[in-house]
């Protein structure tokens, strides 16, 4: 009975396919490291965190605290949102909950009684603003709060509070 002989190789047509797709890495390559320094930032996403009622978020602030916007993306920047006095067109304030360099178990905690943060690998308390955290802009486009992870915005960009 006879024997169907398989597909024979080549080693020419091989070396030339490896050679084609070797060069057309390195072009893919050379492109995308071209793209790379041309680009300074890279965006994914929206420039601006949230869209956040002011009138809402104040009731939510007013009722249970502060409020702690994890990051889920990377874990590298948890953010605390708060509300400090009555009007609802001033006193927001957006900062990283915690100092830099350092791991999530030392995000600040809020401390409801004394209306302080407290660093629990330090121990340093920051007041309800959170000085001495780093800030994070925040602006108010008519009644929705901005808070600007970015760093892109200006004062004059943003109406402020209308309502």
Known sequence: MPVAKGPKF????A????????????????????IGQQS???V???QNFGQINI???????????PVLFPDIASGTRDIWLQHVGSDIGEG??????RLPGVGRECNVTWD??????????????HPEDGEGLPQIPVFIDETILVIDI??????GDFPGFTG
Do not use: K
């Open 10 to 13: 080549d080693l020419r047509s």
């Open 40 to 42: 300074n930032t890279l």
């Open 112 to 125: 409801i009684a004394d209306r302080t943060f407290t660093d629990p690998c330090t121990g340093v308390v």
């Open 44 to 46: 994914l996403g929206d």
């Open 55 to 65: 009138f809402r978020m104040s009731e939510s602030i007013d009722t249970d605290g």
């Open 15 to 34: 070396l030339l396919f490896g050679g084609i797709a070797v060069i057309a890495a390195l072009v893919i390559g050379f492109f995308a490291i071209r």
């Open 150 to 155: 970015n760093g892109i915005h200006e004062e």
């Open 92 to 97: 927001w304030f957006a900062f990283d909950a």
